[in-house]
């Protein structure tokens, strides 16, 4: 619901601008890991069975590398929550609760053999993804695929690493939260408009979203540590990494770069409703007038 009412989410879809693609391939990235955090890989029937989601994670980080880089940064935060999850689960066996194994089986048996899959899953699959969405190119080119794709990557990386003019509606990465600089698309009068009219369309959060968002993200990381909720780490690690790194870039940026972190502060702010509804804080009439508004 609140993602079906954010603004920018409304401009950047009827546009269909790239970001609202990228931002797809996200959340089905951190879906799967998130499905492969929370389960227990050892205690699946099939050692097989478990991977399935590290499977569809891979190839939903391929497809999202191949429409933008700014998917390629996700694969710091899968890295992160795989290893925690392997942590958790070695942890398990040093406990004592798995009985099927010592921590020696469990290295052999289960780690060693889900690290090789997932050099398959997110380097081998996501690079054949990758190179294929290139094919199209050869159609007006008389390169070959492996070059058409390293020329491009020459010249993206050059074109962002040395882009040096600004922008009027560029902004920096500090605004975006707090929507201090929205982008315009167009502004201007169109031939199908009655005379005397003119129309505009601008790309910004919904405040409700974004500020409350922004205001959930210490209140969902305390009950998170009071309620030793672990499944949560994928919403703060998700908003980490699409948002942090921006901290870095230093060419002009725009709001619109903030868009795949968006999800992530909504996690936020369904979670803080949902223990505050649970502990009696508020009421669900006052979720209802929230989400009215």
């Known amino acids: ?7 920018m989410r409304l401009a950047q879809t009827r546009l269909a601008t790239i970001d609202s693609y990228s931002a797809f391939f996200i959340i089905c990235m951190y879906y799967f890991m998130y499905d492969y955090f929370t389960q227990k890989s050892y205690e699946k029937k099939s050692f097989l069975k478990s991977l399935v989601p590290l499977l569809l994670c891979g190839i939903m980080f391929g497809l999202g590398a191949a429409t933008k880089w700014v998917c390629i940064y996700t694969g710091v935060g899968l890295a992160f929550l795989f290893f925690m999850a392997k942590y958790l689960e ?8 798995v009985i099927k194994h010592t921590k020696a089986t469990w290295f052999v048996e289960n780690m060693l053999p889900t690290c090789c899959a997932c050099v398959i899953f997110f380097i081998a699959i996501p690079l054949i993804i990758y190179t294929l969405s290139y094919v199209p190119y050869m159609a007006s080119s008389d390169k070959s695929l ?7 990557q020459e010249y ?7 882009l040096t003019s600004d922008h009027p509606y560029g902004s920096p990465w500090y605004t975006w939260p707090i929507m201090g600089r929205p982008i315009y698309y167009y502004s201007g009068s169109a031939a ?8 505009s369309i601008v790309s910004l959060g919904n405040p409700l979203v974004w500020w409350t968002g922004l205001a959930c993200i210490f209140p969902a990381g305390f009950y998170a540590w009071k309620k030793r909720d672990k499944g949560m780490m994928m919403a703060f690690v998700g908003f980490a990494v ?16 903030y868009f795949t972190a968006v999800p992530f502060i909504i996690f936020m702010i369904v979670y803080v409703i949902k223990n505050l509804v649970e ?7 006052v979720m209802w007038i929230y989400l009215a508004l």
């Not at 619901?1 to 603004?7: C, G, K, S, V, Y």
């Not at 492996?146 to 491009?152: E, L, S, T």
């Not at 993206?156 to 040395?162: A, R």
């Not at 199908?192 to 129309?199: E, I, K, S, V, Y």
């Open 156 to 162: 993206m990386y050059n074109y962002h690493s040395g």
């Open 242 to 257: 699409q948002f942090l790194p921006w901290v870095l870039v230093t060419r002009v940026c725009f709001i619109y770069h």
């Open 1 to 7: 619901f609140l993602m079906m009412f954010d603004f």
């Open 279 to 285: 502990d009696g804080i508020i009421s669900k009439k």
């Open 90 to 97: 070695f942890n398990d066996v040093l406990q004592g609760r």
């Open 146 to 152: 492996f070059d058409i794709v390293v020329d491009n």
């Open 192 to 199: 199908n408009l009655p005379a005397g009219m003119a129309t």
